[in-house]
């Protein structure tokens, strides 16, 4: 098969404006949920990535029908839904295998899925979801990389998450909304791609409110119908195409872009110095002058989101002095450090002190290796300059790609499959932001 890489010649600023498409962390789970309909639904702004099409090949070959029927329009049909059991071969691909568990369980009373892939940023512990599960009546058995789940009949829990997962409480609210009696969550996720989903759910017929901070309340329903819904924009897509205009002294307009999903990174825009503003257009992201050096710790939402510090750091890269990034929701999340280095960047590793780090860091602290670093020290301003990398996952794709941007000379980057798993064309929007970037096949 022919494999893609892009080839990235540095040094033009971005200028222009680009359309930040459909969130890739709601857009896929939104088609999952369709299934506990009874009816078609159509979901808008769906972005063209290839976590999507997977969702969907996944779908059709459970009986029930996802189809493109419109730029980024997708309808879900569940009524044919028959087969109970998801192909292994999407587990190494994917991280949405168990989140077809509760749409399996609720039409057939068992769900037999590949343990999930996706990318290597540590370990991201199934536990959390299973013993919410196992509360509303579900068994599990572990067998040859397949996950078997069965239950005669969901019902309504109480139950506490021991750390913030967002998979999970997506999990539990698709089991919740047709299980018997009412299930309240509790150290639930706040993230607006958790609140997509309820609001979702709620239009075919659900019954979930947020009752107070990270509390859920759900009652379960008899049935759900279908509804036509709007994904919401993807805030990730957003803070990569803001660094990459910054990191290359230039000027864009995220068109639709929404700023109340956006507050912790616009607050280190304003730490460092670099220039925004906000409009009903969307936000324009511009480089005004010197940036400076600042110290960024991230964190369950509200806070700094683990997703961006990679694409953060090419900007602290470019600031002027010492900053420190601390990583405490993924166990290991600097995979991309060593490309950048080789790009140029001064950047060190450590681990930061920290009091009782069982309950400070949202990983299981005893699942870390001796080899995982939750900081480093970024000594900037850096001349990035062009190399060769292959992609090992999403974001630190996306990382390298904005340095390659603002570096002098070429890059090459392969696996791009890695990227294009959450950026729709990618390499067309940069393009026509004044990029010079070229995808070639080998």
């Known amino acids: ?5 892009f080839v990235v010649t540095g040094g033009t600023p971005l200028y222009g404006s680009v359309q930040v498409g459909g969130a890739k962390n709601a857009s896929y789970k939104l088609m999952i949920a369709a299934l506990l ?11 063209g990535i290839s976590d999507v099409d997977l969702v969907a090949a996944v779908i059709n070959e459970l009986g029930a029908t996802a189809k493109r029927v419109g730029e980024g329009t997708f309808v879900i049909d569940p009524r044919n839904f028959r087969f109970s059991s998801v192909n292994g071969k999407y587990g190494a691909q994917s991280r949405a295998s168990t989140l077809f568990i509760p749409a399996l369980l609720a039409k057939f009373g068992e769900a037999i899925v590949p343990l999930p892939g996706g990318d290597k940023i540590g370990k991201r512990p199934l536990e959390r979801h299973m013993m919410g599960l196992e509360l509303m009546g579900v068994r599990f058995e572990q067998t040859d990389g397949l996950l078997k789940a069965r239950c005669k009949k969901l019902h309504g829990c109480t139950y506490r998450f021991e750390k913030n997962t967002h998979t999970g409480t997506e999990t539990l609210l698709m089991a919740a909304v047709l299980a018997e009696g009412k299930t309240v969550l509790e150290n639930a996720a706040e993230e607006p791609e958790i609140d997509d989903l309820i609001n979702f759910l709620n239009a075919l017929g659900a019954k979930i409110r947020r009752r107070a901070f990270r509390t859920i309340e759900i009652e379960g329903v008899q049935s759900l119908s279908g509804a036509i819904y709007k994904i919401m924009p993807d805030r990730n897509e957003a803070v990569s195409y803001a660094c990459a205009a910054i990191a290359s002294k230039g000027d864009i307009v995220l068109e639709n872009a929404r700023h109340q999903d956006l507050r912790a990174f ?3 825009l304003d730490a460092i110095g670099a220039g925004y503003e906000i409009g009903d257009y969307g936000i324009r992201f511009y480089y005004k002058g010197a940036l400076r050096a600042t110290d960024v710790t991230t964190e369950i939402h509200p ?3 683990t997703d961006w ?6 900007l602290l890269c470019n600031c002027h002095g010492e900053s ?3 990583e405490t929701v993924m166990q290991n999340r600097f995979q991309y450090v060593e490309h950048l280095r080789a790009m140029g960047a001064h950047i060190e590793y450590f681990n930061p002190s920290v009091k009782n780090p069982e309950s400070y860091y949202n990983f299981n602290w005893a699942d870390r290796s001796e080899t995982d670093y939750h900081g480093i020290r970024i000594f900037g301003p850096t001349r990035f300059r062009g190399g060769e990398f292959t992609v090992h996952d999403l974001r630190a794709g996306a990382t390298i790609l904005l340095a390659a941007i603002s570096a002098q000379g070429k890059t090459i980057l392969h696996n791009i499959e890695q990227v294009e798993r959450g950026y729709q064309k990618i390499d067309e929007k940069l393009l026509l932001l004044g990029a010079k970037i070229e995808r070639v096949t080998s």
Request: net charge neutral; glycine share 6%; hydrophobic share 45%.
């Open 266 to 268: 616009l607050d280190q």
């Open 324 to 326: 420190i990034i601390h």
């Open 37 to 47: 309909g009874s009816q078609e639904s159509r979901l808008l702004n769906l972005p």
């Open 303 to 305: 806070g700094f989101m």
């Open 1 to 5: 098969m022919a494999k893609a890489s």
């Open 309 to 314: 510090q990679p694409l953060f750091a090419t």
